[in-house]
């Protein structure tokens, strides 16, 4: 994963989504967190590329696995990636799904991630208060 993640980071986004396809594929079924961790790599890596209903196709993909799990580690950035592939695809769901991640980053004091995510809602003219 590691290695797709510097490809992403060099700009070539098709050789990191084809390494964090294999690894998905090639990867332990028991192993939730790195599992987890590709899946949120996958939906973003497709957000990047505009292909935005298979962004969230892997976002609901992660937090069917991490709720099933009961595996909680990343679910608010799962959330994120939901909420802003429902918002290119024009889904009024995106409100709802952008509002999970505040309470869960809330919750876990990740104040950063609850920031982040604020601000881009705020850059991005997102009122989280329409629910």
Do not use: W
Not at 64 to 69: E, H, R, T, Y
Not at 121 to 129: E, M, P, S, T, V
């Amino acid at each position: 994963m590691n290695i797709a993640l510097l490809e992403n980071k060099l700009g070539r986004i098709d050789s990191c989504q084809d390494i964090l396809l294999f690894s998905l594929d090639h990867l332990d079924e028991k192993d939730i967190d790195l599992r987890l961790r590709i899946i949120y790599n996958l939906s973003y890596t497709f957000h990047r590329k505009g292909l935005d209903k298979k962004a969230l196709d892997y976002a609901n993909q992660g937090i069917q696995l991490s709720i099933k799990d009961n595996n909680l580690v990343i679910l608010g950035l799962l959330y994120c990636r939901k909420g802003t592939a429902e918002f290119n695809l024009r889904d009024d769901n995106h409100i709802k799904s952008l509002n999970r991640p505040l309470s869960l980053h809330e919750l876990a004091g990740q104040d950063n991630l609850k920031q982040t995510l604020l601000e881009v809602c705020a850059k991005n003219k997102i009122d989280l208060n329409k629910a």
